[in-house]
């Protein structure tokens, strides 16, 4: 393999290089040294409520099953037979009493242990070393799974720092303090690099450009938040540090509810009453005007307003974004089914926001695939502010959260 | 299930081809124009085929959706049809039947069923060809005044529950 890029040269503080796009080495390092060494979220609790729940999931190009055990511990294995490597399951989730091998018949415990080889008299090895690979940490936040194949990546609240509050926030939407994701998943291919996705989710710059279409036909949230002038536009971006990066689109909302398009919250008298007595008054109205996060958890969880996004990469060139309504615990099934609606609204091969995001990706792609040029990410350097805790907090059409990226981006694959 | 005549199943297959030819060619308005009030527009994700109201969609667009969704079309500076990708759908395997009791009283109302293959090109981005198989179902209405309107279309893709790639046409 060639040496390993100059990341310090090819990342600056206010430009990255092209290449970093479409090298296929660099897309190499990134596996090993983000998704590979790192904390990388893999699912959410509620897919897998019960013993033996399973969801298929890929940790960067590695399929893994996100299982719950029969003692109800979350697992995370390997989504390979430790005889000749096929693939130990291939649905997409279900429950399962055990894994049995399809190949030739082995059988694995939901923890991973070899139980069973058919025709034992030829098998001379110890069936305690011949397990499913079992990740070494997987840790759950607010329900939020995480997991990273290096024992030695830290723990998961130190990956999240201030993202926890992040996270704190989202599941602050609901009266009880539970998201469910039970919708199933979409996934939207972009024939694009997987680092698009969070640069652009976060990204409040683009939304009168590239969204000018939708902006025309709907009112919503986001003519507040992204479509004003220069100097009304109260939104701002945020660099948390880690690599979690935010749009923090609260400030500009006078109303309540303006992030689920109403103009009050008169239609979910239930809600407001719930939240009233879960969290007091006052705290439930700043819920009800201030709504959800917006909010990148490096490297692949995007915590999307009211739905939760995954990023999968697949090669430098190609990646999957998956998308799922957050459904709030202890409201009226009127608002989860609003919740949907406006997901599908916005988010997936047809949504009237991502399909164009998808097409700008796609065409920057193009555009920088000689590997030879360099992005600006200058913006708002001269006026960012540091806030609270580390963190940089920039104007919302500021290039603060591409630079919170790149920064955590540069530390990781220089190592 | 009631007899179909040959005119009947006629009249309905030009129906649906002249849906397909709207569709391929971006002729937006002249598509909505083929479509009742009450339409559904409905693009399943794959195995996600159960009550639209607790599974998330691909596409899941009521008449107000739909007639937006047109609108943002029509605005001219919808990316991801900007240029409009050039298609062409093959429409077949058409199976008609009547519906005894119509939705709507006082109307001839058709459960059809057909297969199709659109190939698109993807003049925005990548201009490669992306090729979309799947089955449709539709619901067509004739009323007593030789009105016929199409107001159910679901599109089951059959690789609808993997990774889609940006879809901004009517398919």
Redesign the interface.
């Given at each position: 393999m060639d040496s390993s890029p100059d990341y310090s040269r090819l990342i600056q503080s206010d430009s990255v290089h092209a290449s970093l796009y479409t090298s296929q080495a660099v897309y190499r390092e990134e596996l090993e040294k983000i998704f590979y060494r790192g904390w990388v979220y893999v699912g959410h609790e509620s897919e897998i409520p019960h013993p033996g729940d399973f969801v298929r999931r890929n940790i960067g190009e590695e399929p893994v099953i996100l299982l719950r055990d029969r003692k109800g511990e979350l697992r995370v294995l390997k989504n390979r037979c430790s005889h000749r490597a096929n693939l130990i399951c291939s649905d997409?989730k279900g429950n399962a009493k055990n894994f049995m091998c399809p190949y030739h018949g082995w059988v694995f415990s939901l923890d991973g242990q070899l139980l069973d080889v058919p025709y034992p008299q030829g098998f001379s090895r110890d069936k305690s070393e011949s397990g499913l690979v079992a990740l070494p940490l997987v840790d759950s936040y607010q329900g939020f799974v995480f997991a990273s194949f290096n024992a030695g990546a830290g723990t998961l609240d130190a990956h999240l720092g201030n993202a926890k509050q992040v996270i704190d926030r989202a599941v602050a939407m609901s009266p009880v303090g539970r998201i469910k994701l039970?919708?199933?998943?979409?996934?939207?291919?972009?024939?694009a690099n997987w680092k698009m996705l969070p640069e652009n989710d976060t990204d409040g710059y683009h939304v009168n450009f590239?969204h000018?279409?939708?902006a025309?036909?709907?009112r919503s949230h986001y003519d507040d938040a992204a479509l004003q002038a220069e100097e009304d536009l109260e939104s701002e971006t945020i660099d948390w540090g880690n690599g979690h990066t935010e749009l923090n689109l609260g400030p500009s909302y006078k109303n309540e509810m303006v992030w689920l398009g109403y103009t009050d919250a008169s239609r979910f008298p239930g809600y407001v009453a719930a939240l009233e007595q879960a969290y007091g008054h006052g705290r439930a109205h700043e819920t009800l005007r201030a709504g959800p996060p917006h909010t990148v958890i490096f490297p692949n969880l995007f915590i999307a307003e009211m739905n939760i996004v995954m990023f999968e990469p697949r090669g430098p060139n190609e990646c999957?974004q998956w998308?799922?309504?957050m459904l709030l615990e202890g409201v009226s099934?009127d608002l989860n089914?609003r919740i949907?609606?406006q997901?599908?609204?916005a988010l997936?091969?047809?949504g009237?926001l991502?399909?164009?995001d998808?097409?700008?990706s796609?065409?920057q792609q193009?555009a920088l695939k000689s590997g030879n040029a360099w992005l600006d990410i200058s913006r708002g350097e001269q006026r960012e502010k540091e806030g609270p805790g580390d963190i940089r907090v920039g104007h919302v059409t500021d290039e603060t959260t591409n630079r919170g990226f790149w920064k955590h981006y540069r530390r990781l694959l220089s190592r | 299930m009631q007899l179909v005549s040959i005119e009947e199943v006629r009249r309905i297959e030009a129906l649906l081809y002249q849906e397909a030819r709207l569709a391929d060619e971006s002729r937006y308005t002249e598509w909505e124009g083929l479509v009742d009030d009450d339409m559904y527009y409905w693009v399943p994700a794959g195995h996600a085929d159960g009550d639209p109201s607790l599974a998330v969609s691909v596409i899941a667009d009521n008449r107000r959706r739909l007639k937006s969704r047109i609108a943002q079309l029509n605005t001219g500076a919808r990316h991801a049809q900007l240029p409009a990708s050039p298609m062409r759908r093959v429409l077949s395997n058409i199976e008609v039947n009547k519906v005894e009791t119509p939705k709507e009283q006082g109307t001839r109302e058709y459960a059809v069923r057909a297969n199709f293959v659109l190939y698109e090109l993807r003049a925005q981005s990548t201009n490669t060809l992306e090729v979309w198989p799947g089955s449709v179902e539709y619901r067509v209405r004739a009323r007593p005044s030789g009105d016929w309107k199409i107001f159910y279309k679901k599109v089951q893709l059959v690789h609808g529950s993997e990774p889609l790639a940006t879809m901004g046409f009517l398919i």
């Amino acid at each position: 393999m060639d040496s390993s890029p100059d990341y310090s040269r090819l990342i600056q503080s206010d430009s990255v290089h092209a290449s970093l796009y479409t090298s296929q080495a660099v897309y190499r390092e990134e596996l090993e040294k983000i998704f590979y060494r790192g904390w990388v979220y893999v699912g959410h609790e509620s897919e897998i409520p019960h013993p033996g729940d399973f969801v298929r999931r890929n940790i960067g190009e590695e399929p893994v099953i996100l299982l719950r055990d029969r003692k109800g511990e979350l697992r995370v294995l390997k989504n390979r037979c430790s005889h000749r490597a096929n693939l130990i399951c291939s649905d997409g989730k279900g429950n399962a009493k055990n894994f049995m091998c399809p190949y030739h018949g082995w059988v694995f415990s939901l923890d991973g242990q070899l139980l069973d080889v058919p025709y034992p008299q030829g098998f001379s090895r110890d069936k305690s070393e011949s397990g499913l690979v079992a990740l070494p940490l997987v840790d759950s936040y607010q329900g939020f799974v995480f997991a990273s194949f290096n024992a030695g990546a830290g723990t998961l609240d130190a990956h999240l720092g201030n993202a926890k509050q992040v996270i704190d926030r989202a599941v602050a939407m609901s009266p009880v303090g539970r998201i469910k994701l039970t919708a199933g998943w979409v996934k939207h291919k972009f024939y694009a690099n997987w680092k698009m996705l969070p640069e652009n989710d976060t990204d409040g710059y683009h939304v009168n450009f590239v969204h000018a279409s939708f902006a025309k036909v709907l009112r919503s949230h986001y003519d507040d938040a992204a479509l004003q002038a220069e100097e009304d536009l109260e939104s701002e971006t945020i660099d948390w540090g880690n690599g979690h990066t935010e749009l923090n689109l609260g400030p500009s909302y006078k109303n309540e509810m303006v992030w689920l398009g109403y103009t009050d919250a008169s239609r979910f008298p239930g809600y407001v009453a719930a939240l009233e007595q879960a969290y007091g008054h006052g705290r439930a109205h700043e819920t009800l005007r201030a709504g959800p996060p917006h909010t990148v958890i490096f490297p692949n969880l995007f915590i999307a307003e009211m739905n939760i996004v995954m990023f999968e990469p697949r090669g430098p060139n190609e990646c999957v974004q998956w998308h799922t309504p957050m459904l709030l615990e202890g409201v009226s099934d009127d608002l989860n089914e609003r919740i949907l609606r406006q997901c599908e609204a916005a988010l997936g091969p047809a949504g009237f926001l991502l399909a164009d995001d998808g097409t700008i990706s796609e065409r920057q792609q193009i555009a920088l695939k000689s590997g030879n040029a360099w992005l600006d990410i200058s913006r708002g350097e001269q006026r960012e502010k540091e806030g609270p805790g580390d963190i940089r907090v920039g104007h919302v059409t500021d290039e603060t959260t591409n630079r919170g990226f790149w920064k955590h981006y540069r530390r990781l694959l220089s190592r | 299930m009631q007899l179909v005549s040959i005119e009947e199943v006629r009249r309905i297959e030009a129906l649906l081809y002249q849906e397909a030819r709207l569709a391929d060619e971006s002729r937006y308005t002249e598509w909505e124009g083929l479509v009742d009030d009450d339409m559904y527009y409905w693009v399943p994700a794959g195995h996600a085929d159960g009550d639209p109201s607790l599974a998330v969609s691909v596409i899941a667009d009521n008449r107000r959706r739909l007639k937006s969704r047109i609108a943002q079309l029509n605005t001219g500076a919808r990316h991801a049809q900007l240029p409009a990708s050039p298609m062409r759908r093959v429409l077949s395997n058409i199976e008609v039947n009547k519906v005894e009791t119509p939705k709507e009283q006082g109307t001839r109302e058709y459960a059809v069923r057909a297969n199709f293959v659109l190939y698109e090109l993807r003049a925005q981005s990548t201009n490669t060809l992306e090729v979309w198989p799947g089955s449709v179902e539709y619901r067509v209405r004739a009323r007593p005044s030789g009105d016929w309107k199409i107001f159910y279309k679901k599109v089951q893709l059959v690789h609808g529950s993997e990774p889609l790639a940006t879809m901004g046409f009517l398919i």
